[in-house]
Structure formats: C-alpha cells, structure tokens
C-alpha cells in the first residue's frame, strides 16, 4: 500500500487530538527515510523516548505548526507567560515552551523555558 495514515485514539481532548496530529505528521514529513528503512513505523518506536532525537523534532514540527510566531510573540510581549500562553491558544505548554525555545534560537530575547519532551506519551 503507498497510501499512508495514521491511527489516533478517538477519546482525546480535541486539543491534544490536534497536537498528536501535528506531531505524527511531523514524524511523517521528517521521518519517512527512517521509517522506510526499520520497515515501517510501528506504536512502540513512535514513543518510544529512548530516540528522543525523532520525538523532539515532531514535537518542534507541530509547535512550529501549531503555534505562528506572531501570536507567541505578541502575547510575550504582553507578559504572558508559558502557562498563560498556552491556555490562550489551547495548547499544551510543553509544546509553547517548545516554540519559545526555537524562537530563541532563532535569535528572540525570551526567557527559556522548561519542558518535557515526552508530554504526549502520557496523553496519547
């Protein structure tokens, strides 16, 4: 089969069913040469944080998606904070502390911020 897909759990919060997405078409678009190689994703190696190289850049994709800088920036600039931020734009804040950490590698004066890379196998 060439048709490619992906199976997500129907109880999610429709938010978190939103960054799961994000995320595993971030694995799709950033991972496929990898995949292909293994012989396919399987459940157990998208989770799996022992390769947390591929979850942290699906998590990076779907912030990236998720999150336009403009808005993260304008809210900054208002004194939001992670927490704040994310509730604003119904994220999670793992994935807002994402965004605010490649923003600042990008150059942005912004306080870094602490995250978890592997928020979304406790949620998915």
């Known amino acids: 089969m060439r048709n490619r897909f992906m199976f997500v759990k129907e109880d999610l919060h429709p938010v978190m069913e939103n960054i799961v997405l994000l995320h595993e078409l971030g694995h799709d678009s950033l991972h496929r040469d990898e995949a292909t190689k293994a012989g396919g994703f399987k459940e157990f190696n998208i989770f799996d944080i022992r390769d947390s190289r591929m979850e942290y850049e699906a998590n990076i994709f779907a912030s990236q ?14 004194g939001c904070d992670v927490q704040q931020i994310a509730r604003t734009m119904r994220s999670d804040v793992n994935l807002v502390a994402l965004k605010a950490d490649t923003l600042i590698s990008q150059g942005y004066r912004l306080r870094p911020q602490e995250h978890r890379n592997d928020f979304l196998k406790y949620k998915s």
């Not at 993260?72 to 600039?77: H, K, P, R, S």
């Open 65 to 78: 998606i998720a999150i336009p800088d403009d808005d993260f920036l304008e809210l900054a600039e208002q």
